[in-house]
């Protein structure tokens, strides 16, 4: 007998309460919460994005969309993997958080190439606090490239806290630092109160702003900076030149 989702204003409240669901196994209709002693965040200003990252974002290796595929990059990120050959993304967690997307407060980003899904990740949104959930690849750097355009969205959009549950070597590399929970709950607690945008807006700004060559750090936010410079005369640029150019100056 299927279990019901879990109710959205539930997981709402859990993740500003700084716990989140997770399974023992993609079958189990069973779900646990968890509360991390010690919290890995990536701090928005510091986002580690190498040189090699950034001449991928320039030349648009990959098309990266936002939402246009929310379910199969819960699929892709629920999927086996070496040395994983189970998830703690049930069926009922994603039935939860397919729910809360369709609320608005879970999104996803996805890399294309050749009209195939590559890489991408999700995660839930609320106030001013955007929790990373899951990512995959499927080819080199896909999932980097989705990670660095979070990071510049989220700078767009005003948001305050990318949480990203666990640290790992990976996302240290990126820049990730750990902090114990009642300090993290003490960063969600600052982060309260609505965000400028939402991440789809944020996403249609930046890439409205690169088809117009238009000056990002003025005209919509700052952290993200046209390419060219003040964007006079600048004609067409891309959003992945943009978002390089922005952790040039940054870095």
């Known amino acids: 007998m299927n279990q019901p989702i879990i109710p959205t204003q539930l997981l709402l409240m859990a993740y500003r309460s700084g716990i989140f669901p ?38 648009d290796r990959f098309r990266v969309t936002c939402n246009a595929a929310f379910a199969d990059v819960l699929a892709a990120c629920a999927a086996p993997r070496d040395g994983h050959p189970d998830s703690w993304i049930s069926d009922r967690i994603v039935a939860s958080y397919e729910a809360l997307h369709r609320a608005g407060h879970a999104h996803s980003l996805e890399c294309w190439q050749d009209g195939r899904l590559v890489g991408g990740l999700y995660g839930v949104s609320f106030d001013r606090v955007f929790c990373g959930e899951s990512m995959f690849s499927r080819e080199d750097n896909a999932s980097k490239v989705a990670l660095a355009w979070l990071v510049a969205l989220l700078r767009l959009a005003g948001v305050q806290l990318l949480d990203c549950q666990f640290m790992t070597d990976h996302l240290a590399s990126m820049g990730a630092v750990s902090m114990p929970q009642a300090q993290y709950l003490q960063r969600v607690s600052e982060a309260s109160g609505p965000a400028k945008l939402t991440l789809p807006e944020a996403y249609s700004a930046l890439v409205g702003a690169a088809s117009l060559g238009d000056a990002v750090g003025e005209g919509v936010a700052t952290g993200v900076r046209d390419a060219a410079g003040d964007g006079e005369g600048a004609g067409p640029s891309s959003p992945g030149k943009l978002i390089a150019q922005s952790f040039t100056q940054t870095s």
């Open 22 to 59: 997770m399974a023992d196994r993609r079958d189990d209709p069973e779900i646990f919460w968890v509360e991390p002693r010690e919290r890995a965040i990536i701090p928005l200003e510091n986002f580690s994005c190498s040189k090699s990252l950034r001449k991928i974002l320039r030349q």
